[in-house]
């Protein structure tokens, strides 16, 4: 079973930046899922397994950088930060796919509220 552990969410002002962190326990290609109370889980941004592909949403394209650390850590920047972001954050390991059946291991989510 592949753990995933996920750090860094917060509370941040419009215009801010924050980073979230995901580790696995193992190397797979990752992505960030993100969702709101009442609401289906949205795509936000995956890396490939080598971390030489990337694909976001357009939502925050420009503003959401994923990247990856070692083999088996993955960072979500996100900058000019927007109350529309307010969401979980769920990191994901599986393939580099856009829908979230593309993943078979969730970390336990973690908050981002953007205050206006």
């Known amino acids: 079973q592949v753990q995933l552990v996920e750090s860094g969410g917060g509370l941040v002002q419009t215009g801010g930046s924050l980073r979230l962190s995901c580790t696995a326990s193992e190397r797979y290609a990752m992505g960030w899922f993100r969702q709101v109370a009442g609401k289906g889980r949205e795509f936000v941004a995956t890396?490939?397994?080598?971390?030489?592909?990337t694909t976001y949403t357009d939502l925050v394209k420009g503003r959401f950088t994923i990247l990856r650390e070692g083999k088996t850590t993955v960072y979500l920047q996100m900058n000019s930060l927007k109350p529309e972001d307010t969401a979980i954050y769920y990191c994901?390991?599986?393939?580099?796919?856009?829908?979230?059946?593309?993943?078979?291991?969730w970390g336990q989510g973690t908050q981002v509220t953007v205050s206006s």
């Open positions: 994901a390991a599986g393939s580099d796919g856009t829908r979230w059946s593309d993943y078979d291991y």
């Open positions: 890396i490939s397994w080598s971390g030489d592909r």
